[in-house]
Every structure is written in C-alpha cells, then in structure tokens.
C-alpha cells in the first residue's frame, strides 16, 4: 500500500498579548486597640481548720500475711487513698482546692485546679489508687492487694497518700507551691506550706514513721518495722520524710514516669511531668519516674515479688520481696525462720548453760559426798584401830 505524503500546512504563530501588571492596592494597617488590664480581685484567705488527729486502733494480727496485707488496698490501707487519708485529695487535701487553699482551685487559681489541674485532687491525684492507678489495686492488679502484690497499696503506692502527698506541701506542691503556683506557697499558702503543713513531714506527717504511723511501725507495723518490713520505719519509711520519699522523687517513684508510667509522665502525665507539674515528676514524683517503679515498669508485675518489684525489691526497697514486701509472706516466714534460728541457738546456748551448770553442781555435790566418804571412812578406821590399840594396851597391862 503507498504512502501518500500529504502536505503538511504552515504553523501559524498566533500573537501573545502583553501581560497586564494589575496595580497592588497598598496594606491597610489597621490600628490595634490597647489591652485592657482587668483588676485582680483581692485574694480572701479563710481560716484553714485545725487537723484532727485520729488515734491509729492497734492492729490485729492475724494472717499477717493474709489479714494484715490482705487488702492493703481494700483493708489495713483500704483506704491508703480512703480512709486513712480518707480521699487525700477530698479530705486530707480535699480542701487544697477548696479548704486549705481556700478555694485555689476556685478563687486564685480557680481554673489551676478546675482547668490546669482539671482538679488536681479531684482527678490527677484524685484515686492514686482509685483512678490513676484505680486497676493497680483493683484492675490491673486484680489481686494486687489481695494476691500479687498483697500490698500494692503498701508497697508500689504504700504511700499514694503518704508517698505522692506526703509532702503535699514540701513535695507535691512544693512545686505546686513553689514553682507552678510559685506564690501559692511563698503567698497565698506562705503558711499552708510554713504554716498548715509546715512540716507536712514533720507535723502532720512528720512523723509518718515517728507520728501517724509512729505506732504503725512501732504498733501497727511494730514488727514490721523489725520482722516483717524489717525497718519499714528504718527502711521502708525510715525516709518517709528522709528517705522513701526523700527520694520519693528520686527513687521510690524515681522511674514511674520514666518506667511503669512511662508515658504517665510523657505521656500520660506528658506535661503534669513536663508541664503542669513540670517538677511533679522531678519534684513531687521526682523520680517516682525513674526508680520504685523501675522495673515494675519494666516487668511491669510479671513477678510482682520476684519480676515487677524485682528491682523495686532491689532499688526502691532494696528488695522489697526479699525484705520489706518482698513477700509479707516470704519475709514474715523468712522472720520465723531467723527467730527459729535464734531461738534453736539460744536454746542451745541455754541448753549447754545449764549443762553447764548442771554438771558443775553435780561434781560439787560429788566431791563433797566423795569428801564426806572418805572423811567418815578415815574416822571410821582411825577409830578402828585406836580402839584396837586401846584394847591391846589393855591386855596387855591386864596380862601383866
């Protein structure tokens, strides 16, 4: 088949129209008017109530490792977050949004409690062991009151309320106080921290081991401080104010933002670590981030005696399964075992003692019979042969 080439016809270039530069209308600046200041009402301080102490009912030992840890969350600390600081943030602190801080939450910082805090002590705090953690005790730890951790309350959170709060002014807010509401505590609460708490670890708590708990390790724990948690007073609490929670910030808590809450205080807690409370976890939380909670946030409660805490056991509590929690019922029995211990050496001892004693009498008694023997023995044959001198003598005078 050909081909046929067909003409091609010439392009025609068709003209382009000059481009019109459209003229830009000049910017109308607009005047910006002044910002109103509004006045500050002045802040109403109202009377902060005296605190009430309530005296501790002795403890009752039975099952301590059963009963006494039972439900640390459900019953000796039932209310670690209920009742013996019944609602630290309703009660205790209840008011550091609406009593202590006369309404901070309301008046000063109305919103700091309502909006930064979203009510610090109603939900950030508000269940240590009810929200935050309201599994620890209850869900993620079903049992770790009753079973994995028998003490969750005691051990990982012993303290929600003395650990977080226990230093609600020193700790929790010192911050709070000092830096996020920095006036709060050097104005405003000048005195709720000198003054209502000033010694939050001296006074109200200051004596969490020496005053409110000052039985619980002397009565309450009266062993525990010596048996059970060894030196809950000594250890566990011996800093409630010096150093469990000396470092509460910097090493019962030292990882639950860095750890078990990883995220808590990045995420979480993002900016009550960083932000809100930017101190909270390196101030009130220090290190809750970066050490009780160390492995429990590695582990996270795999083992709560011998994974979760197994650092926490070795850092926070220098093996709180071994020694304080370790295992209420591993360290009870390892106790009973040291006292058997004691008691079969001091039986021992005892027991050689009086052997002792016992075979010094018996030859005390024997040499003196041995003595009296003999002593009637030489008199008996003295006699014997006097007499029978005496009678020779005789015959033989009489012979004579």
């Known amino acids: 088949m050909m081909q046929r080439n067909a003409a091609i016809p010439a392009r025609q270039n068709t003209a382009v129209p000059a481009r019109q530069n459209t003229a830009i209308p000049a910017r109308q600046n607009t005047p910006v008017p002044a910002r109103q200041n509004t006045p500050v009402p002045a802040r109403q301080n109202t009377p902060v109530p005296a605190r009430q102490n309530t005296a501790i009912p002795a403890r009752q030992n039975s099952n301590r490792c059963e009963t006494e840890h039972s439900n640390p969350c459900e019953t000796e600390h039932t209310s670690p977050c209920e009742t013996e600081h019944s609602n630290p943030c309703e009660t205790e ?10 309404n901070p939450c309301e008046t000063e910082h109305s919103s700091p409690c309502e909006t930064e805090h979203s009510n610090p002590c109603e939900t950030e705090h508000t269940s240590p062991c009810e929200t935050e953690h309201t599994s620890p005790c209850e869900t993620e730890h079903t049992s770790p009151c009753e079973t994995e951790h028998t003490s969750p309350c005691e051990t990982e959170h012993t303290s929600p309320c003395e650990t977080e709060h226990t230093s609600p002014c020193e700790t929790e807010h010192t911050s709070p106080c000092e830096t996020e509401h920095t006036s709060p505590c050097e104005t405003e609460h000048t005195s709720p921290c000198e003054t209502e708490h000033t010694s939050p670890c001296e006074t109200e708590h200051t004596s969490p081991c020496e005053t409110e708990h000052t039985s619980p390790c002397e009565t309450e724990h009266t062993s525990p401080c010596e048996t059970e948690h060894t030196s809950p007073c000594e250890t566990e609490h011996t800093s409630p104010c010096e150093t469990e929670h000396t470092s509460p910030c910097e090493t019962e808590h030292t990882s639950p933002c860095e750890t078990e809450h990883t995220s808590p205080c990045e995420t ?21 981030c970066e050490t009780e909670h160390t492995s429990p946030c590695e582990t996270e409660h795999t083992s709560p005696c011998e994974t979760e805490h197994t650092s926490p056991c070795e850092t926070e509590h220098s ?11 591993e360290t009870e029995q390892q106790s009973l075992r040291d006292r058997t211990q004691q008691s079969l050496r001091d039986r021992t001892h005892q027991s050689l003692r009086d052997r002792t004693q016992q075979s010094l009498r018996d030859r005390t008694q024997q040499s003196l019979r041995d003595r009296t023997q003999q002593s009637l023995r030489d008199r008996t044959q003295q006699s014997l042969r006097d007499r029978t001198q005496q009678s020779l003598r005789d015959r033989t005078q009489q012979s004579l």
């Open 93 to 102: 602190h209840s008011s550091p949004c609406e009593t202590e801080h006369s």
């Open 268 to 288: 979480e807690h993002t900016s009550p670590c960083e932000t809100e409370h930017t101190s909270p976890c390196e101030t009130e939380h220090t290190s809750p």
């Open 319 to 329: 093996n709180p399964c071994e020694t304080e929690h370790s295992n209420p019922c």
